[in-house]
Every structure is written in structure tokens, then in C-alpha cells.
């Protein structure tokens, strides 16, 4: 089986509820135990070339190429949503036909066990994109994970777009995916921006690929804290105190 991989990593985040932008540094190079929350990432990705790991920059590029020189970098010009991040990476894409990781440089808690088994799902049960869900009673501000009546996936729901009865939904997407690159690009194509935010949407690609066609599967696990991302100073705390604890 051809595993062929290459690693989006988003990053280019400014980090304004962490204050970032008053210290001047990007929400990635915020410190947790004296490391970038990017370092942990990084160190917990599957082991390939780093010439394979794409790094999304935009605010504070400079700082976060400098320290993880090496890497493969793109950048986000304008902040204009998740798909449109990993539509920065797109030149980089064309032409390569496996499978690429896409995650974030902010959630640091994820181990490398959960990178590895999700990933090995993925190529194991031959999906073309698979998505990283997991069970919470936390929901507040997540997409729910909709399935149909035989738990197949069907779509990602934003918060802010549920229903009275999505909003019951206790399995949450968690911004992880394994893609079919080809599919991937295609699909990005295909990006609206029409929503309140103005933004295109990651978490809109998985269903444009289903009905297009494209086998796609759920990886449900249970995270715990390896699905905090940090976008407050409360959650930096947070993972800083679990990170201790390693």
C-alpha cells in the first residue's frame, strides 16, 4: 500500500484573545514550559522529512520560520478562514497524488499515538478524506459531527449554524483531517465564502468531497485534553499545566 505523505501544519494565526499581538508574537510562538505551542506539534507529527511538513505562516512569519528553520513554509496573506490557509499550501500540493495530514499549530497536547492511528485508518479502511471526531459533553463554540441513519458522515454543523436538535449532537469535529490530495485541491475549488465571517471553511470540504463522490470515514476517539486548542490565556494555563505533567 502506498503511503505517501505530507503534513499541513496551520499557523499563521495572530492570536488576538491570547493577546499575541500586544508582545508581538504569533499565537504559535506563544511559550508553554518554555517551548512554542508549535514545537510540541511538530515533535508529535509522524516522523517524515520536514521538507514534507508544510508550516502556514502569516502574522509574525518571520519568527516562527526563523525558529523552525528547515521546514516547508506557505503563507497566508489575509486571514480568511481554515480552507483558505490550506489553500495557501495549494502550490506546494499540485502535483503530489498521497495523502496529506492537516492540523493545527495551536493544539499541542495531541500525541503522536493519535496522529499515527489516525492516519493508519485512514489508508487501513481506504477512505479518500477521514475526519478526527471525538465524544464531549463541552460542546460550547464546536461543530457537531452529523451522521446519517447508518453513522455515516454526512457534514460538519457549526455552532452557530445548528438546529435545536444539532445542537444536541455530543460528537465534535476537532479540525483534523486525512485527505486524498487530488481530492483535496479539487474540493477547495469548490469553497463558497458565503457566511457571516466572509471566511471559506475547512470544515466545508468533507461534504463537498462526499457529494462528489469521495469515500468519507470518521476516526472517533476519545481525546480528552488532546482536543484543547489555545486561543485564550485560560487555555494556555491550561495546557501549560498538562504539558508539566509529561
Sequence with gaps: MDRKLKIVVLAAGKGTRLQSEASDVPKVMRLACGKPLLWYVLKALPNIDKKDVIIVVGYGKDQVMDYFSGYEFAEQTEQLGTGHAVMAAGEQLLGFDG?????????PIIRNETYETFINEHFEKGYDCTVLSCETEDTKGLGRIVRDSDGAFVRVVEERDCDNEQLKITEINTGVYVFNTPMLLDAL??????????????????????????????FKRNLGDEMIGVNTLEQLN????????R
Design 99 to 107: 495523502t496529506v495530514l492537516v492540523c493545527y499549530g495551536d493544539m
Design 189 to 218: 475549488k469548490q469553497l463558497k465564502n458565503e457566511n457571516d465571517q466572509g471566511e471559506y471553511y475547512l470544515t466545508d470540504v468533507p461534504e463537498i468531497m462526499r457529494t462528489g463522490g469521495a469515500k468519507v470515514g470518521l
Design 238 to 245: 491550561q495546557v501549560e499545566e498538562i504539558l508539566s505533567r
